[in-house]
């Protein structure tokens, strides 16, 4: 904990990555990348210059400010699954990505839909169980132990649904997330791409906190450099996958 606590991010140095994907940004558009790759390093760009913003009033839980800066990080985690999905689309030949990207599209604002539903406060809902990822008692954007933290008063849909089925208190978020971005692109043959965001995203995130709160907003953070990496380096071309069992059988399909 304490070589955590020596390190201490900031609203400028958010601010400075958030300048950095402006301007990567920017280059990928100029030389006519595919909105595949650049609209994630657009996408990842908008957390910095939010997270940069959310500096400013940390830890003032009573303005409106600070609230307001919490939910829009929840919508923006909401919608993560669909632009990686898509931003994986990038990676496999363009006739399977004709089919896959309406795929992901669905899949990824069915799964948003889902988790949006569970910052509503109904009356029939309990809240969620603290330890849960982002869940608290209070609306808030606080520091945590090296950068900040949100914190989310969802309920408890997504734990009320797998124990009226299954009759085991789990919780279906993460499960439901990391299918919808991970095995989605992977079904659909996007595997290397997929390990490689798995190995540096989620995997470092939690190696540097223990905070359910904190950890998503570590990984929004490292997710900016992820991309530019691949669209930047030589890794773009390592991520294309060549050869994928069901694309033969929908390649075969389409012709039939």
């Not at 839980?61 to 994986?88: G, S, T």
Request: net charge positive.
């Amino acid at each position: 904990m304490q070589a955590r606590q020596a390190m201490c991010w900031s609203g400028p140095a958010s601010f400075a990555i958030a300048a950095v994907g402006v301007a990567a940004t920017a280059t990928s558009i100029r030389r006519g990348d595919s909105p595949l790759l650049w609209a994630p390093l657009m996408y990842f760009t908008a957390i910095e210059v939010l997270q940069g913003y959310s500096y400013s009033f940390v830890g003032q839980c009573a303005l409106p400010q600070n609230q307001v800066a919490a939910l829009l990080a929840y919508i923006h985690i909401a919608f993560q699954p669909l632009v990686v999905c898509c931003f994986a689309g990038a990676f496999i030949p363009s006739d399977v990505r004709k089919v896959y990207l309406p795929v992901s599209i669905v899949a990824g604002s069915l799964a948003a839909a889902y988790l949006l539903i569970q910052v509503y406060p109904f009356d029939w809902a309990a809240p969620c169980r603290l330890g849960r990822v982002l869940c608290s008692e209070k609306l808030c954007v606080m520091r945590e132990s090296w950068h900040l933290g949100w914190h989310i008063p969802m309920n408890d849909v997504g734990e009320r649904v797998p124990a009226a089925l299954l009759g085991a208190h789990v919780q279906l978020n993460l499960p439901v997330y990391t299918l919808v971005m991970f095995g989605l692109p992977i079904l659909f043959g996007a595997w290397r791409i997929v390990l490689y965001q798995l190995a540096i995203g989620p995997s470092f995130a939690w190696l540097t906190t223990d905070s359910p709160t904190e950890f998503p907003a570590i990984w929004c953070l490292f997710s900016l450099g992820i991309v530019m990496l691949v669209v930047f380096t030589p890794l773009r071309d390592v991520m294309r996958t060549d050869k994928w069992l069901l694309w033969d059988l929908l390649r075969r399909q389409a012709r039939n």
